[in-house]
């Protein structure tokens, strides 16, 4: 009969594979490693938790300088990662519960925003001179945030700033070069930014091509690989010290479903797969999909790797051929997209879900996960390969590796 009895008469039992942490004002929430992503409620319960009160007596909180929180013990002078309050934390029953579905595939970036003050927030967006990356700078900017435009082109940036402070005069935008085609170029405005210093609340990897013939970069990598995943990848590397100093932050990683019909795997990834070095088998759509299935990748594991530290990741799909510059490389695209017009999305619909991962507060301290029309949904099976996005990160940071070191050494 005993083994029948549960191990434990806790209800706050987690299953293998989870572990409970504690952001800085004392909300509970709950990391599951195997699918590396975090969530408010219990796994088995469904209940949030908080701790109250100070720290016990003889304790203290120390925040390091790569952001990780420490607890020390002076009475046995040990430190450990665990708030020693979390043992007692205790139900919140304040909370709404879990995140539920308040906007929809026909909700506007500016609905999303409706009532909110996002004065003294500062929003970094890559491609936010055209398409969905300016309404998105348009909508965040009307509503207080500090816009950082990273653009290719810094004339186009400086126009959408122009007509977006003819509505909204006091808006606070900045424009800079950014050309995702160029490491160096990534680099240098990374060092423009920081110069600045200025915080950075939320970062959104917005910008991407689609339908691009074969080609390689400066780097020498396959543009639409290097434009959709790789600069980004190293962008956010560059950036992500001062993500974690001005936590709570957030990255938004701008997807698409198209990333469900991606030929990488496990056995197929590798540097010629995912930047073919010739156009022998290249197809330009493919290639999307398989960048599209890297964002998804690299999101869930930023978030794995960053969300200890208060900075949370997630992927999101804007939706399907919205009136964009997107499809600016290829005819028929360009007919395909002009033709569904009138069925899909409009701009500020499409930035809606960006929008939203960046700011709606029942997503403070979530990550690791996937939205489609400002909604949780699940993600291809493929892009919940803890060893998959491990494997991507390794290979994407050899890469840019490689590349410096060929730049520097001209």
Known sequence: MASLLPETDSEDELPNGWEQRITLDGKVYFANHQLKATQWTHPLTGKRKRVTGELPFGWSRQILEDGTVIYMDHTTKKTTYTDPRLAFAVEDTDSDGDYKQRFDASTTADQVLHGRDLTGKVVLITGANTGIGLETARSMASHGAHIIMACRSVDKANEAIIEIKRNTPKAKLNAFECDLQSLQSVQNFAKQFLSLDLPLHILILNAGIMSLPHSLTVDGYETTFQTNHLSHFYLTKLLQQKLIDSR???????????????????????????????????????????????????????????????????????????????????????????????????????????????????????????????????????????????????????????????????
């Not at 990488?264 to 999909?289: G, K, L, Q």
């Not at 510059?325 to 619909?349: E, I, Y």
Request: net charge neutral.
């Open 248 to 410: 709570p932050a957030r990255v938004v990683v701008l997807s698409s479903e198209s990333h469900r019909f991606s030929t990488i795997n496990i056995e197929t990834i590798s540097e010629d797969w995912i930047s073919p070095p010739t156009s022998r088998n290249f197809v330009s759509m493919m290639a999307y999909n398989d960048t599209k299935l890297c964002n998804v990748l690299f999101s869930n594991e930023l978030n794995y790797r960053l969300s200890i530290y208060g900075v949370t990741s997630n992927a999101c799909h804007p939706g399907n051929m919205i009136n964009t510059d997107l499809s600016r490389n290829w005819w028929l695209m360009r007919l395909l997209f002009a033709f569904v017009r009138p069925f899909t999305k409009s701009l500020g619909q499409g930035a809606s879900t960006t929008v939203y991962c960046s700011t709606a507060p029942e997503l403070e301290g979530v990550g690791g996960l996937y939205f489609n029309n400002c909604f949780r949904c699940e993600a291809s099976k493929t892009a919940h390969n803890n060893d998959l996005s491990a494997k991507l990160w390794l290979l994407s940071e050899k890469m840019i590796e490689n590349a410096i070191k060929r730049f520097e050494s001209q």
